[in-house]
């Protein structure tokens, strides 16, 4: 059901945790499941240059959280506002559909705290 890298980033997930005095946080929640994501980072120079989460939820939710951490840390703002859902999902080696909705959750805590840094 899930791919191998879903269940690599949920065995073993990448950047979990949180950043101690974070330059943006975002939480967000899905009412229709009740997974939750919280998105902390640090800029340095424009770029993300550490990036920690912490999920409540399913697999999915789990590695998209996992997932798109990896995807973003070191690139600039730019960059990371253009990944697309696509290249998420990619990187987890495709989602089930009944599972999609963890990707949308994580696309929009990284939107989310992406909105809070003004750069």
Not at 55 to 67: D, E, F
Request: with cysteine; proline share 5%; hydrophobic share 40%.
């Amino acid at each position: 059901m899930y791919s191998p890298q879903i269940l690599d980033h949920f065995e073993h997930p990448r950047n979990p945790g949180e950043i101690a005095d974070p330059d943006a946080t975002a939480q967000l929640e899905n009412p229709a499941c009740g997974d939750i994501l919280k998105l902390t980072l640090t800029i340095s120079d424009g770029r993300i240059s550490h990036i920690r989460f912490r999920a409540k939820g399913c697999v999915a939710a789990m590695a998209c959280a996992s997932a798109i951490t990896e995807l973003v840390q070191g690139r600039t703002l730019q960059e990371a506002r253009e990944l697309r859902r696509e290249e998420l999902i990619a990187a987890v080696g495709g989602l089930p559909e009944a599972s999609t909705h963890a990707s949308h959750l994580a696309m929009d805590a990284l939107a989310s705290v992406l909105r809070q840094i003004k750069a």
